[in-house]
């Protein structure tokens, strides 16, 4: 195929990539005359391939299908570019099929806990497989990913498998556990009979922490840093922030139901049943931020914060907090009732209970998976993505 020239009054496909490599692509066939207005946006599907050719082509093998009516430059995010017409196609119209190589690049995998087992999508979310053999009880209430290990949380305990999510085993009874959190070899777990517990030794044993028994709706980890969510208990509600791995904590978002938190450095957002409040000193002062619905769990990335809501949907902004925008059925989610949310370039992840609604488009729009695509049930409790 004949390298890039002059394309003036011509056609372009511009391949956009996402934060995991080139993974979904919104192909606009633009006027190169008027490249500002953009045409026909579509998305494709990665499928899946073999190992082998995986091995081959550790970037990522993109297949695009365009109809091309006329010549067309392909340009790649690192700057290389073909002419493709009707004869440098070489008979491959309406088909295109363009092998990217190169790079390290690799197809997430999406871990999502379900009320019948953990269901996993190795194709970036398109098609999911149901896990369940081991697991203490088919219930997965929390879920924390290290891979290849996988950390379950549910009515029976902690249930962890160490071959990628397919197998199970339950070392310690934890009781009845809803959260579950893992960073620097320590695992995190909230249960309803002794509250907040910790393991160092990969989850043959739990010792008791130090919140008075306290149950912890949510528990977040990174690194040093764990913030257990409180409700429910009065003054003594709020997120409790521990800075030396979970052996110490101190009160702050004082008196305020807790369900959920995500932290940035020094910047912490807590899921209230009163909106989402904001603080940027580490907890000690915070702010409202948004509507005052029932949040349920809260993820910012940059600029970009997505609470959800039960019931109400998803909440978005885009401008660091300032302004929020809602999306709910009639933007395509799955159910109003969203338990959880997490992002990751222009994909957003809703867990609904009535499946998992997953948009492309930073959120906009959304496409809903449910046990016809694999799920081991509608009901779902937490995501994640590596």
């Not at 790079?103 to 999911?128: E, K, L, M, N």
């Not at 257990?228 to 052996?247: K, N, Q, R």
């Not at 910047?267 to 002062?285: C, E």
């Not at 769990?297 to 998803?314: C, E, H, M, T």
């Amino acid at each position: 195929m004949p390298e890039g020239g002059d394309l003036s009054g011509q056609a372009r496909v511009r391949l956009r990539p996402t934060e995991y490599g080139i993974l979904w692509v919104k192909i606009a066939i633009v006027p190169v005359e008027t490249p500002e207005k953009y045409l026909d946006l579509k998305e494709f599907q990665q499928p899946g391939f073999s190992s082998a050719m995986k091995a081959r082509f550790t970037q990522l093998i993109l297949i695009a299908l365009v109809s091309l009516t006329s010549s067309c430059q392909i340009t790649v995010p690192w700057g290389k570019s073909m002419l493709l017409g009707d004869d440098a196609a070489e008979g491959l119209n309406p088909l295109l099929l363009l092998l990217v190589a190169g790079g390290s690049s690799s197809i997430p995998t999406f871990y999502v806990a379900t009320q019948s087992g953990v269901s996993i999508s190795r194709d970036g979310g398109f098609t999911y497989t149901s896990y369940t053999a081991g697991l203490a009880h088919l219930f997965v209430y929390g879920l924390a990913v290290v891979e290849p290990t996988v950390y379950t949380a549910g009515p029976m305990g902690i249930s962890i498998s160490t071959d990628g999510g397919r197998t199970y085993s339950t070392t310690s009874n934890t009781g009845d556990t809803g959260t579950i959190s893992v960073s620097e070899g320590n695992i995190y777990v909230g249960t309803t009979s002794v509250g907040f517990q910790r393991s160092t030794d990969g989850g043959n044993t739990y010792a008791n922490q130090t919140l008075g028994g306290m149950y912890p709706y949510a528990v977040y980890s990174q690194s040093n840093l764990v913030y257990a969510s409180i409700s429910g208990v009065g003054g003594s509600s709020g997120l409790y922030v521990s800075t030396d791995f979970g052996v110490n904590f101190t009160q702050r978002f004082n008196g305020l139901n807790v369900a959920a938190s995500y932290a940035v450095g020094s910047t912490v957002y807590a899921a209230t049943d009163n909106g989402l409040r904001i603080s940027t000193d580490g907890g000690v002062t915070s702010n409202a931020s948004g509507p005052a619905v029932n949040a349920t769990d809260v993820f910012a990335s940059g600029n970009n914060i997505y609470v959800s809501v039960n019931p109400g949907g998803l909440n978005i902004s885009r401008d660091g907090g300032t302004s929020y925008t809602t999306y709910t059925i009639a933007n395509g989610l799955g159910s109003n009732q969203v338990r959880t949310v997490y992002a990751f370039g222009d994909t957003v992840l809703a867990g609904t209970t009535a499946g998992l609604s997953i948009s492309r488009d930073g959120g906009s729009t959304y496409t809903n998976y449910r046990t016809t695509n694999g799920l081991g049930s509608n009901s779902i409790f937490r995501v994640a993505v590596r």
